[in-house]
């Protein structure tokens, strides 16, 4: 079952480690990001920063969208991790059951529009978040689970 | 404290300096703003009184509370003071304060069972997150992935 989808440019740290884990009673982190697939350092890195007893796998966009579409990922409480909107847009439209989409750490760069203290996008991000809404996702902005939930499409 | 009485279990961090208040903002940081703690920056004022203060603090507890407290390092006054009070069993005093132990302590403060056990656990946890990252890192490279 898919608990969440997260995009985190950090993908796993403190708040998803332990506020987020928690919060969702996840059982599995899946971090879903083609660099993180092909780079053992990273990889290993992340799964160190997952915390203890829970599941941790990192796979490419393409891989994860034919596992979760299969009955492999079945028995696990999801935490999916992803680090870009065209990589969250993807798995919204490709892989059934991924309605609900926070965005949780998007650092401010040239050419961004800060939406909350934690979310920074660029007009591509932002076609990439009305994509997800017309997919029917729920799209909402918080660091942290106790955060007020502040839904994307009254900020974009 | 008789076992399975539900307690109210009051933290409070208590350090030498303003290590207590910057570990509290730390971990508000990582889990959101409203936290179940108190501070005590002991020593940031002239006429300070670590033995009155611990005091204001035990005598504070109602009937059925106890008080967790993190403090920074074992054999120092602040711990001192409160470790006075531990006959009682109201009063638990934890040392060699980290972030980790911090976590857990906040995570697992409404876990039901005896509070000794709980703390003895966050504890547990607390020290495996003291690590040299270089040579975890290293050994978990040459494990296999994980997969489904």
């Given at each position: 079952m898919i608990k969440m989808l997260r995009l985190d440019e950090r993908l796993i740290h403190g708040q998803?480690?332990?506020?987020?884990?928690?919060?969702?009673?996840?059982?599995?982190?899946?971090?879903?990001?083609d660099d993180v697939a092909g780079n053992k350092l990273r990889m290993t890195s992340l799964k160190l920063a997952a915390p203890g007893g829970v599941k941790f796998v990192a796979k490419s966009v393409d891989e994860a969208i034919s596992?979760?579409?299969?009955?492999?990922?079945?028995?696990?409480?999801?935490?999916?991790?992803?680090?870009?909107?065209a990589d969250a847009l993807r798995l919204v439209k490709e892989v059934k059951n991924v309605n609900h989409v926070n965005l949780g750490n998007m650092k401010v760069k040239e050419g961004t529009k800060v939406l909350t203290p934690s979310i920074a996008v660029t007009e591509a991000d932002i076609e990439n978040i009305r994509g997800m809404i017309a997919e029917g996702a729920e799209v909402e902005c918080r660091a942290v689970p106790t955060d007020k939930k502040i839904i994307a499409e009254s900020l974009i | 404290m008789l076992r399975g009485v539900k307690q109210m279990r009051k933290l409070l961090v208590a350090t030498h300096g303003r290590f207590a208040e910057g570990i509290g903002e730390t971990l508000r940081l990582i889990l959101g703003d409203s936290q179940p703690l108190e501070i005590l920056n002991a020593y940031t004022v002239l006429d300070f009184d670590m033995a009155k203060t611990a005091k204001e603090?035990?005598?504070?507890?109602?009937?059925?509370?106890?008080?967790?407290?993190?403090?920074?390092?074992?054999?120092?006054?602040?711990?001192?003071?409160?470790?006075?009070?531990?006959?009682?069993?109201?009063?638990?005093?934890?040392?060699?304060?980290?972030?980790?132990?911090?976590?857990?302590?906040?995570?697992?403060?409404?876990?039901?069972?005896?509070?000794?056990?709980?703390?003895q656990n966050a504890i547990e946890d607390a020290k495996e997150g003291i690590m040299y990252a270089n040579q975890v890192i290293n050994e978990t490279m040459e494990e296999e992935e994980e997969d489904f």
């Open positions: 998803v480690a332990f506020a987020w884990t928690n919060s969702l009673g996840a059982d599995c982190i899946f971090v879903i990001n596992l979760l579409n299969g009955n492999k990922t079945d028995k696990y409480k999801l935490f999916l991790i992803v680090d870009n909107t | 603090y035990v005598s504070g507890l109602g009937e059925d509370e106890e008080l967790i407290v993190a403090a920074d390092i074992f054999g120092g006054s602040v711990a001192n003071a409160f470790t006075e009070y531990i006959a009682e069993g109201k009063v638990h005093v934890v040392t060699g304060l980290n972030l980790p132990l911090l976590i857990g302590l906040v995570s697992s403060l409404d876990e039901e069972g005896p509070t000794g056990e709980m703390i």
